[in-house]
Nanobody
Framework: DVQLVESGGGSVQAGGSLTLSCEVSGLDVSRYCMGWFRQAPGKEREAVVV???????VYAESEKGRFTISRDDGKSTIYLQMDYLKPEDTAIYYC???????????????????WGQGTQVTVS
């Protein structure tokens, strides 16, 4: 079975940093498109950033320069380094995988068919 388990969420003051981790089992992360998504209360789920199997990345415009995705294939883990956090970054953050997934914009993505349970990030 495929499992994605996020960790690293928490509460932080505006301007601070957090690093999220997503441990993956049941698939080879180096062969998949991996992504981070978030959903704030009352809002649709949106894409934050994805990285594909050849390390091409796509970031949502509002996260460029603040967030960084990375992948450790040996540990089968995806990371999201978040810096200069803002209150509007408050959301549940999800990790997802898809063999032929794509992200076009933060609200336009497809093909992510394996999801984690999410981790809460609160910025005040």
């Amino acid at each position: 079975d495929v499992q994605l388990v996020e960790s690293g969420g928490g509460s932080v003051q505006a301007g601070g940093s957090l690093t999220l981790s997503c441990e993956v089992s049941g698939l080879d992360v180096s062969r998949y498109c991996m992504g981070w998504f978030r959903q704030a209360p009352g809002k649709e789920r949106e894409a934050v950033v994805v990285v594909d199997s050849v390390d091409l990345t796509v970031y949502a415009e509002s996260e460029k320069g603040r967030f960084t995705i990375s992948r450790d294939d040996g540990k089968s883990t995806i990371y999201l380094q978040m810096d200069y956090l803002k209150p509007e970054d408050t959301a549940i953050y999800y990790c997802a995988a898809g063999a032929r997934a794509r992200m076009y914009t933060e609200n336009n993505y497809r093909g992510f068919d394996a999801w984690g349970q999410g981790t809460q990030v609160t910025v005040s």
